[in-house]
């Protein structure tokens, strides 16, 4: 059974810093693209990281350079650290093991406000 449980999400300030956790179960970590998203109040999912099975990531334009996506195949979990945050970073960040529709967890918190 596929398991993917996200954490790490909280209150931070304009220009703090979080660092999200994902932890997935069920499936071969080390052959699986892993990606997040995220859901801002009234907005439609917004892809914002993915990395693969090499490590290669990728970024929306509107977290490059402000985020980093990373994993760690012996804990089979990926992560995401959150610098440089903005109001308009808060949303709530969800965790997708595979490739679409893949796996999704329920997500996790995040609000960026002083």
């Known amino acids: 059974q596929v398991r993917v449980v996200e954490s790490g999400g909280g209150l931070a300030q304009p220009g703090g810093s979080l660092r999200l956790s994902c932890a997935a179960s069920?499936?071969?970590?080390?052959?699986?693209?892993m990606s997040w998203a995220r859901q801002a109040p009234g907005k439609g999912l917004e892809w914002i990281a993915n990395?693969?099975?090499?490590?290669?990531?990728y970024y929306a334009d509107s977290v490059k350079g402000r985020f980093t996506i990373s994993r760690d195949s012996a804990k089979s979990t990926v992560y995401l650290q959150l610098d440089s945050l903005k109001p308009e970073d808060t949303a709530v960040y969800l965790c997708?093991?595979?490739?679409?529709?893949?796996?999704w967890g329920q997500g996790t918190q995040v609000t960026v406000s002083s």
């Open positions: 069920g499936f071969t970590f080390s052959n699986t693209a």
């Open positions: 997708r093991a595979g490739r679409s529709p893949g796996y």
């Open positions: 990395i693969g099975r090499e490590s290669d990531t």
